[in-house]
Nanobody
Framework: EVQLVESGGGSVQPGGSLRLSCAAS????????MSWVRQAPGKGPEWVSG????????YYADSVKGRFTISRDNAKNTLYLQMNSLKPEDTAVYHC?????????WGQGTQVTVSS
C-alpha cells in the first residue's frame, strides 16, 4: 500500500521560508517519479513541481519557478520542497504525489499559510 506522509507546513509571513518533507513507504521510492501538488481554499489542485526517479532534473510551475526547489533522497525514501520568498498566494494544502506531472497517489497534505 502506497503511503505518503507530508510534514513541515506552518504559518509564515510573506517573504519567509518553509521546507516540506514527504516520507514514502509501500513502494520502491527510487523507481518512481514524484511531484508536489497544492490545493488552495475553494480551488482545484495545482501541480507545483516534479522530479524524476533519479533526481536528474526538476520541473516547476511558472508561479513558483525561482522560489521553490524540489529534491529527493532515495536512500531515505523522502521527497522535499524548499519554499523561499513565500507569498500569500502560496497558501494551500501541499501534497506529495507519485507521478511527474499527473498525480496518481497522494498523501493527506500539510497546510501552508502565508500571511502578515
Amino acid at each position: 500500500e502506497v503511503q505518503l506522509v507530508e510534514s513541515g507546513g506552518g504559518s509564515v509571513q510573506p517573504g519567509g521560508s518553509l521546507r516540506l518533507s514527504c516520507a514514502a513507504s509501500g513502494f520502491t521510492f527510487g523507481n518512481i517519479d514524484m511531484s508536489w501538488v497544492r490545493q488552495a481554499p475553494g480551488k482545484g489542485p495545482e501541480w507545483v513541481s516534479g522530479i524524476p526517479s533519479d533526481g536528474g532534473s526538476t520541473y516547476y510551475a511558472d508561479s513558483v519557478k525561482g522560489r521553490f526547489t524540489i529534491s529527493r533522497d532515495n536512500a531515505k525514501n523522502t521527497l522535499y520542497l524548499q519554499m523561499n520568498s513565500l507569498k500569500p498566494e502560496d497558501t494551500a494544502v501541499y501534497h506529495c504525489a507519485t507521478g511527474l506531472r499527473v498525480p496518481y497517489s497522494w498523501g493527506q497534505g500539510t497546510q501552508v499559510t502565508v500571511s502578515s
